[in-house]
C-alpha cells in the first residue's frame, strides 16, 4: 500500500533541495547548449536532475523515471508507480533571473497523479496536493478563482493566438500574461490568482503532471481542449494540449477550442 504523506514529503523535501542547487549552479555559471528544436539546456538543469534521481530512487528503488532530462526508455510502463520530474520548468526565466521557474515533481500510480509538488524557489512558493486531500500552498488552503464568465478573466496565454482571426466562436476581451514554466501557470491557476491557462500544442507529461493534481484539487477542471483526460506513463509521454481553468469557465472555453483540430 502507498504511503501518500511519505511520498509527499519525500517528494516536497526534494524540490526545495533541487531548487537551492540550481540556484547555487546559477551562482556559480551557468554552462548553456541547446538541444534539438533550439531551447536552451544548463548544467543546472543537468545537476539538479541527477540529484533528483539519485535522491528519489534511492528512496523508492521500485519506482520508474521520467524526467525531461534523461534519456526517456520503455523500463517505466511495467511500474505501477513513477516519478515525473522535471529538475528546472522554465529554464529560459532561469537564465535571465526571472522569477517564473519551478521544480515540479509528481509521483504517478496507475496513470494518475497521486503525489505533486510545484516548488517556485524565487518566491517562496511550494504547492503541493495529494488525492482527496485538497491543494495547499505553503501549508494553507487553496481554491481555484470562482468566475464564471470570460469577460476580463485573466488568462496565460499567448495573446496573438487567442486573438487571431480562425477562431470559429471569438473570444471576449480578456487579461493575458505569460509565465514561462507551464507547471507554475497550473499552480496559478489552482490558487486561484489567475482563471485559466490555455495552450493548443502538444505538452510533456514532466511539465504538466504534478500540475495537473494540484489544480485537480483546487477544484479546476483540467483537460485538453477537446474535454478529453489526461493519463500519464503511456508510451508518448504527452498530452494533446491544456485547458486548466476555474470550474465554470471551463465549458466555456472547450465550446471555443473544441472546433480546432488535436495536434499529431
Known sequence: ???LAADL??????????????????DRGLKITHKDGGSPVTNA??????????????????????????VDTTDRLSRRRLFVVDPIDGTVAFLKNQPWWCVPIAVVEDGRPVAAVIHVPATGETYEAT??????LNGRR?????????????VLADA???????????????????????AYRM?????????????????????????????????????????????????????ASLVCSAPALHPLILRRTAPIPLAT
Open 160 to 182: 496573438r493566438l487567442m486573438e487571431g482571426p480562425h477562431w470559429p466562436e471569438p473570444w471576449p476581451s480578456m487579461r493575458y500574461e505569460k509565465r514561462n514554466a507551464l
Open 187 to 239: 499552480a496559478l491557476v489552482a490558487s486561484g490568482a489567475f482563471d485559466a491557462a490555455i495552450a493548443l500544442m502538444p505538452k510533456w507529461d514532466w511539465d504538466v503532471c504534478a500540475g495537473a493534481l494540484i489544480a485537480g484539487e483546487a477544484g479546476a477542471k483540467v483537460s485538453d481542449h477537446h474535454g478529453h483526460p489526461w493519463l500519464f506513463n503511456r508510451p508518448d509521454p504527452r498530452q
Open 45 to 70: 538543469d543537468i545537476a539538479v536532475d541527477n540529484m533528483l534521481k539519485d535522491r528519489l530512487l534511492a528512496a523508492r528503488p521500485d519506482y520508474g523515471w521520467l524526467s525531461e532530462e534523461t
Open 1 to 3: 500500500m502507498i504511503d
Open 9 to 26: 514529503a519525500l517528494i516536497r523535501d526534494a524540490a526545495l533541495a533541487g531548487g537551492a542547487l540550481a540556484e547555487a549552479e546559477r
Open 131 to 136: 488525492p482527496g486531500g485538497g491543494a495547499r
Open 142 to 154: 487553496i481554491t481555484a478563482s470562482d468566475v464564471d464568465t470570460l469577460d476580463d478573466a485573466a
